[in-house]
């Protein structure tokens, strides 16, 4: 996915977010679930609880790419929310948008 969104193999660091479990989103988009040939994406909700992790990995992107990944999420009702990672840096991640408190 990275070379068809982003034309290129992203460099990523190791990171947790915090305050989140891993959950399954299911793809409305028959067309989109045919791609990966699955029913549904591996994602995450926040839950707030600090003893709560999800591994994963940090991309760092520029904000062109940022722009193309915004534009991809949406297709699946994804929002991008602001999260501070278990190693102290600020990112982005990409959520169910019906799970998305109206204020963290």
Same mark, same amino acid.
């Given at each position: 996915?990275?070379?068809?969104?982003?034309?290129?193999?992203?460099?990523?660091?190791?990171?947790?977010?915090?305050?989140?479990?891993?959950?399954?989103?299911?793809?409305?988009?028959?067309? $989109?679930? !045919?791609?990966?040939?699955?029913?549904?994406?591996?994602?995450?909700?926040?839950?707030? $609880?600090?003893?709560?992790?999800?591994?994963?990995?940090?991309?760092?992107?520029?904000?062109?790419?940022?722009?193309? !990944?915004?534009?991809?999420?949406?297709?699946?009702?994804?929002?991008?929310?602001?999260?501070?990672?278990?190693?102290?840096?600020? !990112?982005?991640?990409?959520?169910?948008?019906?799970?998305?408190?109206?204020?963290?």
């Amino acid at each position: 996915m990275q070379l068809a969104t982003f034309g290129r193999l992203l460099d990523g660091q190791r990171d947790e977010l915090v305050g989140f479990e891993a959950s399954l989103v299911a793809i409305a988009d028959a067309r $989109r679930a !045919a791609f990966p040939g699955k029913t549904h994406h591996g994602n995450v909700v926040w839950n707030g $609880r600090t003893e709560c992790r999800v591994s994963g990995t940090v991309f760092e992107i520029t904000d062109d790419e940022l722009a193309l !990944a915004d534009r991809y999420e949406q297709l699946d009702s994804y929002q991008r929310v602001a999260v501070t990672l278990a190693s102290g840096a600020q !990112a982005w991640v990409y959520v169910d948008a019906s799970t998305v408190p109206a204020a963290r």
